[in-house]
């Protein structure tokens, strides 16, 4: 777990008059203020500055800056989402901490950060917190992807809407074979045999998300494996009826598409299909954040639309493209609140940088998709097209 510090409030330099009076506050107001937030205001969606270098640290670092300051307790916001969502609306993003997203975008070009040997740096980083932490986040079926809302009240109505929905697109049968790529705590797999009769093997790096997974499938034709899908694809020799991949593409980079959809053929029955579930960015630029990278998800990538079709050309045809990227907002909010309300559990297990690191995460996120500045798409594969095209079941 990346972690830096958190300053103490006996420590902390404290925002003096003359403070405000320097030219680093000075342009951090005014470029908030374009985007209707304040510095030292009243509403919940306006800042205030703790910390004397604070300013000119979000100016100079940009989203890293802007990410790590707040952790630090440099600055607060009651209502956070709505103020990145001003932010990202307003395209202040773009403005500041240049140099932190070029070294970015420069690291993603020149080397492949997503090879097998680093692949289970995400999950030792991440997915390896704790068993016990998510499950007090998510809801009771664990599923760590976003939630289908159109006619949930709930997170967890809302997340088997998105499972139903997953295995309904792919037209599972009971007697199928399929496979689960990044599977999590096993949701969906449990999910697809306990209602529509199938059998599943679900991949993951995690070994804390296998350990789990295979305590709550016990009893069901399911099997968990502990590995890359690279590495599964050199041993497995039966291939599946369908294929899934819910919230994993992030991890495997651009640089690595083309493989990872030969991978997905290879393990696919020629008559199969293949669902894949991933958030998605409209923007190249943001396409990588440096604070997520850094803090959350090491190596990730958030995939864009032209690099997946190019990659998946001549192994898939694209049968249904489905956007629901507004569904993430609701769904990290869920999250977000069952996670405040979790946290006296864990306070003293990871303190109070993790907390505030994790409440950013949670609704910066939200924000990013409140905006549409990310997506999530549910993209429906076939490898030789199915015969008189494919029919989006309808989404109840």
């Known amino acids: 777990m990346n972690t830096i510090p958190i300053d103490s409030a006996t420590r902390m330099p404290t925002i003096t008059p003359s403070d405000r009076d320097g030219a680093a506050y000075r342009r951090l107001a005014a470029l908030l203020l374009t985007a209707g937030i304040e510095l030292g205001g009243n509403r919940p969606w306006d800042i205030q500055l703790r910390h004397r270098d604070a300013a000119a640290r979000i100016l100079a670092g940009g989203s890293l800056g802007f990410g790590e300051s707040y952790m630090l307790g440099w600055w607060d916001c009651a209502a956070l989402d709505q103020c990145v969502a001003r932010i990202l609306a307003a395209g202040l993003d773009a403005t500041t901490g240049r140099l932190p997203r070029l070294l970015q975008r420069l690291k993603g070009w020149l080397f492949n950060q997503q090879t097998r040997s680093r692949a289970s740096q995400v999950a030792l980083a991440h997915y390896d917190l704790g068993n016990a932490f998510f499950a007090a986040m998510l809801d009771d079926s664990m599923t760590y992807s976003c939630a289908y809302w159109a006619q949930a009240t709930t997170l967890e109505d809302a997340q088997h809407a998105k499972l139903d929905l997953v295995c309904r697109k792919l037209g599972l049968q009971p007697g199928m074979r399929l496979l689960d790529i990044g599977s999590g ?16 093997v679900g991949l993951t790096v995690s070994a804390e998300q296998a350990t789990a997974a295979r305590a709550r499938c016990q009893g069901l034709p399911v099997c968990f494996v502990l590995a890359d899908y690279r590495v599964f694809a050199e041993t497995e020799r039966r291939p599946f009826d369908r294929v899934a991949s819910l919230g994993m593409l992030e991890h495997v980079g651009q640089k690595n598409y083309r493989h990872f959809f030969a991978v997905a053929r ?92 994790w409440r950013y995460y949670l609704l910066a996120s939200a924000a990013t998709f409140r905006t549409r500045q990310n997506a999530v798409w549910q993209l429906m594969l076939s490898p030789n097209g199915v015969p008189g095209g494919y029919h989006r079941p309808d989404s109840r």
């Open 185 to 200: 705590w096993g949701s969906l797999a449990r999910f697809a045999a306990e209602r529509y009769g199938v059998e599943c």
């Open 266 to 357: 290879q393990l696919l029955k020629p008559g199969g299909l293949f669902l894949l579930h991933t958030i998605g960015s409209p923007n190249p630029s943001r396409a990588v954040d440096p604070w997520i990278d850094r803090y959350i998800f090491p190596n990730h990538e958030v995939p864009r639309l032209n690099p997946l079709l190019d990659a998946m050309t001549g192994t898939f045809v694209l049968e249904d493209l489905h956007n629901m990227g507004a569904d993430y907002d609701p769904t990290l909010m869920a999250w977000h609140a069952r996670f405040e309300k979790s946290w006296p559990t864990f306070a003293a297990q990871y303190g109070e940088v993790f907390h505030r690191m």
